[in-house]
């Protein structure tokens, strides 16, 4: 008996066919890729700060990275590293390097409190006289308050461990900019 519809089988074919390569192709199809960061990396923040002052024959160069971890939208705590370089002509030349643990605590967005524990090395070479040469440590404790918008923070910070004969800070209050991103 012939088929009354040669082309039945045709389509019977590539139907099958058809179907197959559209399981195949959908088997290919991607999966979303879960995101890269962990959830440790997406509650920090870097940040720092960079200090340049010249002028009459007195230089003054600071670089402060730092990083956070945000507990939470209130709680914040970081570390950070420091190095100053310090000259004043025919004075002297200072090199200050370390580091420190920073707090910070936001009781409303606005509002920034800090408590900041500095340890700083302080190399001091008097021109003229290496005999008068200083090197030693120096610790700070500083409480600070500042206005927040957004990544920066403006304020002032209090070192309660202020001594003026350590010829590291001028005076114990101090204003600074914070920024984290």
Known sequence: MKNLYPFSENKAVLSFVFSLFSVILLAQEQTPVPESKSIFWKKVQFGGGIGLSIGSGYTDVTLAPSAIYNFNKYVAL?????????????YYSSHL??????????????IQLSAELEQLRVNVDLDGSNSNSQDFWNTGLFLG??????????????????DKNDYVYSDAFMPFVRVYF
Do not use: D, H, M, W
Request: overall charge positive.
């Open 97 to 110: 390097y370390g580091g420190s643990i920073i707090g910070l605590f936001n009781p409303i967005e606005e």
């Open 78 to 90: 970081g570390l950070g590293a420091q190095y100053t370089y310090v000259k004043q002509k025919n």
């Open 145 to 162: 308050a500042g206005y927040r918008t957004g990544n920066v923070t403006l304020g002032v910070r209090y070192n309660v461990l202020y």
